[in-house]
């Protein structure tokens, strides 16, 4: 019920394109789903984060799609660029008061030029 | 403001050992939080701290702890070593506001020989 499940767990994409990345969830009690992009020797970034009492975000070329009824969410990234290749994780957290978060497993985006 | 800063940036160590991790938070937030990201496992949960108070505790044996002090900077401990405990291990700062945004350090790269 902890478990937050990604997919794929590989992605490439043509400069251009949308890149889309698709994450589930068991525990109807998560109420903070953050986006984070890492590139390689560094730590994660925050790259966008959705409540459930919203069904999309966007900042930019990244949107997040929330789906509350099928406990699912997704990372949209428009006019993909080879500069967005990086491992991209999803994660939920409980609450107001907790600073544990859960990861998927991490999707490896390539941008081809 | 200056980001979160983890030392030392690598670390090698031997079975048996101990080490000890740093992490400096960004200025003014007062809670921690600490995970390992192993190719395996992904980025898993560890501990975190808030106001020098453990908060929340992830399912890591008794080898992992930490602990904060009254400045905010952390420190994480691992006991007598193992080969799987070779991972980068993330610190990541929570700005204490609604919904605990997480900025992670570079992270220390951990290497158990």
């Known amino acids: 019920q902890q478990q937050v499940k990604q997919s794929p767990q590989s992605l490439i994409v043509q400069k251009g394109g949308i890149s889309i990345i698709n994450c589930a969830y068991e525990n109807t009690a998560f109420d903070y789903f953050p986006w984070y992009q890492q590139f390689p020797g560094k730590g994660p970034a925050l790259l966008i984060a959705?409540?459930?009492?919203?069904s999309e975000k966007k900042e930019g070329r990244f949107t997040i799609s929330f789906n509350k009824s099928a406990k699912q969410f997704s990372l949209h990234i428009m006019d993909s660029q080879p500069g967005d290749s990086a491992t991209y994780f999803c994660?939920?957290?409980?609450?107001?008061?907790?600073?544990?978060?859960?990861f998927g497993q991490g999707t490896t985006l390539q941008v081809k030029p | 403001k200056a980001g979160v800063t983890q030392t030392p940036r690598y670390l090698i160590k031997t079975r048996g050992q101990q080490v000890t991790l740093s992490c400096s938070p960004i200025s003014g937030h007062r809670s921690v939080s600490w995970y390992q990201q192993t190719p395996g496992q992904g980025l898993q949960f560890l501990f975190e701290?808030?106001?020098?108070?453990?908060?929340n505790k992830g399912n890591f044996p008794g080898r992992f702890s930490g602990r904060q002090f009254s400045n905010s900077r952390s420190e994480m401990n691992v006991s007598t070593l193992e080969l799987g405990d070779s991972a980068l291990y993330l610190c990541a700062s929570i700005r204490d506001r609604g919904y605990n945004e997480q900025f992670f350090g570079p992270g220390t790269r951990l290497t158990v020989l």
């Open positions: 701290y808030f106001s020098e108070t453990q908060r």
């Open positions: 994660a939920a957290s409980m609450g107001s008061n907790t600073g544990k978060l859960i």
């Open positions: 959705i409540r459930p009492d919203v």
